[in-house]
C-alpha cells in the first residue's frame, strides 16, 4: 500500500443524520453553525430517505480544509444525540465514503453498493469516450 499525501483532500463534508426526534436539535445546530461558520456551505434539508448512500433523513455541510480544525470539533461537543459522518473529498466518492470517512457518534450503514455503481458507471462512460 502507498502512503498519500494529505493534500489530496479539497475539502470535507459532514453529513448530519436526524429523525422526527432530533430534528430540532438538528435545526438550532445549522442556525449556529451558519452564524459561527459563514464561510461553511450548508446544503439543504433533505428529508426523503434513503437517498443516494445516505439510509437517513440528513443535511450536508460543506467547507474547505483549513476549517477542519474548528467545525469537527466544536460539532463533537455540540452534538446531541446527531450522528454525523465526516469524510474528505478526494475526487472519488466511494473510496471517500467507505475508507476515508470518520464518525461523530453512532455509526451508520451506508449504501456503499450505490456509490459502487456510480463509480463503475462513470468509469464504463470515460472509457466509452476514450475509445
Ligand atoms: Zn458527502
Same mark, same amino acid.
Given at each position: 500500500?502507498?502512503? &498519500?499525501? *494529505?493534500?489530496?483532500?479539497?475539502?470535507?463534508?459532514?453529513?448530519?443524520?436526524?429523525?422526527? #426526534?432530533?430534528?430540532?436539535?438538528?435545526?438550532?445546530?445549522?442556525?449556529?453553525?451558519?452564524?459561527?461558520?459563514?464561510?461553511? =456551505?450548508?446544503?439543504?434539508? &433533505?428529508?426523503? %430517505?434513503?437517498?443516494?448512500?445516505?439510509?437517513?433523513?440528513?443535511?450536508?455541510? %460543506?467547507?474547505?480544509?483549513?476549517?477542519? #480544525?474548528?467545525?469537527?470539533?466544536?460539532?463533537?461537543?455540540?452534538?446531541? %444525540? @446527531?450522528?454525523?459522518?465526516?469524510?474528505?473529498?478526494?475526487?472519488?466518492?466511494? =473510496?471517500?465514503?467507505?475508507?476515508?470517512?470518520?464518525?461523530?457518534?453512532?455509526?451508520?450503514?451506508? &449504501?456503499?453498493?450505490?456509490?459502487?455503481? @456510480? *463509480?463503475?458507471?462513470?468509469?464504463? /462512460?470515460? %472509457?466509452?469516450? /476514450? /475509445?
Amino acid at each position: 500500500m502507498k502512503f &498519500r499525501p *494529505a493534500d489530496e483532500i479539497t475539502g470535507y463534508h459532514v453529513h448530519i443524520y436526524y429523525d422526527g #426526534a432530533t430534528k430540532q436539535w438538528a435545526g438550532h445546530l445549522r442556525r449556529e453553525v451558519a452564524k459561527l461558520f459563514p464561510d461553511a =456551505e450548508i446544503g439543504r434539508w &433533505r428529508d426523503k %430517505a434513503p437517498q443516494g448512500p445516505h439510509p437517513q433523513s440528513h443535511y450536508q455541510i %460543506a467547507f474547505e480544509t483549513e476549517l477542519f #480544525a474548528h467545525i469537527v470539533p466544536w460539532l463533537t461537543l455540540n452534538r446531541g %444525540a @446527531l450522528d454525523m459522518l465526516v469524510h474528505p473529498n478526494t475526487g472519488d466518492g466511494y =473510496e471517500d465514503h467507505a475508507n476515508n470517512r470518520m464518525w461523530v457518534g453512532s455509526s451508520l450503514d451506508l &449504501r456503499l453498493d450505490y456509490l459502487k455503481q @456510480l *463509480a463503475e458507471k462513470r468509469k464504463a /462512460a470515460k %472509457a466509452q469516450k /476514450a /475509445a
